[in-house]
């Protein structure tokens, strides 16, 4: 959904011809924010009209495996962006076998190359291309089909038959054709970048979050009168009939039931500024919500056992070497499908809390989950409820002292997992985190407005334009350098 552009939504507006709302969509009304710029229909200039396809990129092994039975799917994804885009001072088949997967191992300098041939398997039933200079190969080393190499260019055959002109970077940087000044400092002038993070860190702009899970199993008696009752998944497909199907096959089963119903909803929604960390493979990722669960189970007696409960994480405190132990909500590494042509702003990362963990605006909003919170007459001295009978309008979660968006308290302790998958996956470092937050440094010279004599002497008449704020920065900068040559 988020390659086309879609999130799942409550609001179900705008209003249809036939005063209807929005129609359900696999059960959920949605809203479209942007789909990935793979998907527009849009393209850049010397390219045809028309979006692509999942196959295009992903391959065979991508999506039927390589015999090997990972832990979860994500591990037999073969293609990273720099397989066919490169680096900036590196084109695709110079790249070592690995790059953008390390796992923290140094790869070496040896270049990968190309292939003469496309897989065997592959071509048994796929439209077999012109090998031209040769097939460019994945980070696990084996050969697309469909992108080949043509000088210093890179082709790639669309399965929609539309054939594109792959913008290879390190053609851009060599001729100086970048789309801006701030694409040509972000992926050439800061090697690092290159070095740490994945390339959606921050073409990927926008991402799917949907904060706080809570789950409600309700063992007691429905509106009629009846014991809640739900489909047993693990029942219905352990039980198999004599022609090998199980109880889930048939097209809309109901499948079979155990007691108790399971009811869900969430705290709130977002898709802006997505949260930065690092993943399996050691490098800087956007993260969403991957399940922040918090629970509660009403018995046969229409009682609650547990309330608005969480669990935490052991393991995770241990690799992390910290002593608050992370509440098991993870916060999951993502490649979210959500690539723009204009990535994120330099801003959005360094001068924004939430991205680099510390919650929305520093996570000083919703700090009273450890609370029960009242909506009535109150005694502002003490806090407390003046009437004896009153409504508990939102319960406490017990023990979580942090905003939803906040995966790293003031003390530098992660406070929720981050990805479950592979070790590696954490919140980003300290370091990484004190090497990326310029938050305020706008106070540098505008602290000094109210200094008449020393302001007057670098201020301008009226308002400076950003272009004009840009260069003043730049002029400082140089006259700074200047001083130190002497």
């Known amino acids: 959904m988020t390659y086309q552009g879609l999130m799942e939504f409550p609001c179900r507006s705008p209003w249809g011809a036939d005063g209807n709302t929005q129609p359900k969509l696999h059960t959920k009304q949605c809203l479209f924010i942007s789909d990935d710029l793979h998907h527009q229909v849009a393209s850049r200039p010397g390219n045809p009209d028309g979006g692509m396809l ?87 080393g084996n050969p697309f089909g469909n992108v080949v190499r043509m000088g210093n260019k890179v082709i790639m055959h669309s399965a929609t038959g539309n054939d594109f002109d792959v913008p290879v970077l390190a053609e851009l940087s060599r001729t100086d054709t970048w789309k801006s000044p701030d694409a040509k400092v972000a992926m050439e002038a800061v090697v690092k970048h290159g070095d740490s993070l994945e390339c959606y860190a921050c073409h990927a702009s926008w991402v799917p979050q949907c904060y706080g899970c809570h789950v409600q199993v309700n063992y007691g008696l429905d509106a009629n009168g009846d014991p809640y009752q739900d489909v047993d998944w693990v029942a219905s497909a352990n039980s198999r009939t004599d022609d090998g199907e199980t109880a889930e096959s048939p097209l809309g089963t109901p499948g079979i039931k155990s007691p108790g119903k399971v009811f869900e909803t969430r705290s709130y929604l977002r898709w802006e ?110 806090g407390k409820p003046i009437p004896t009978n009153y409504k508990v309008q939102i319960q406490k979660i017990p023990g979580m002292d942090f905003d939803w968006s ?42 000094h407005m109210t200094d008449v004599e020393l302001w007057g002497k670098v201020a301008t008449d009226g308002v400076m334009t950003d272009e004009q704020h840009f260069e003043l920065m730049n002029q400082a900068f140089r006259a700074f350098a200047e001083s130190k040559g002497k």
Request: charged share 20%.
């Open 54 to 140: 999942c196959q295009d990129c992903h391959t065979t092994i991508d999506m039927h495996g390589d015999g090997n039975i990972f832990g979860t799917t994500l591990a037999q994804v073969e293609i990273e962006c720099q397989d066919c885009h490169g680096t900036p001072d590196t084109y695709p088949w110079d790249l070592p076998l690995g790059y953008s997967e390390e796992f923290g191992r140094n790869l070496g300098t040896m270049g990968r190359g190309l292939s003469e041939n496309a897989l065997p398997e592959t071509m048994s039933f796929a439209t077999a291309y012109p090998a031209e200079d040769g097939f460019l190969k994945t980070a696990r």
């Open 273 to 382: 500024e997505p949260i930065l960390g690092i993943n399996g493979e050691g490098r800087v990722t956007p993260l969403m919500p991957g399940c922040q669960v918090v629970f509660t189970v009403i018995g046969r007696d229409g009682e609650t056992k547990a309330l608005n409960m969480t669990a935490r994480s052991a393991d995770e405190a241990q690799e992390l070497g910290q002593t608050r132990l992370p509440f098991a909500y993870d916060m999951a590494p993502v490649q979210p499908h959500s690539a723009q042509r204009k990535a994120r702003t330099c801003e959005s990362c360094h001068n924004n809390l939430k991205t680099q963990g510390y919650g929305i605006s520093g996570g000083v909003f919703q700090t009273r989950y450890t609370e029960d919170i009242i909506e009535d007459l109150m005694d502002q001295k003490t």
């Open 406 to 447: 906040t995966i790293v308290n003031a003390d530098g302790d992660q406070v929720q997992t981050v990805g479950t998958h592979w070790p590696m996956s954490r919140s980003l470092t300290k370091a990484q985190r004190d090497g990326m937050n310029r938050t305020g440094l706008c106070m540098g010279c505008h602290q």
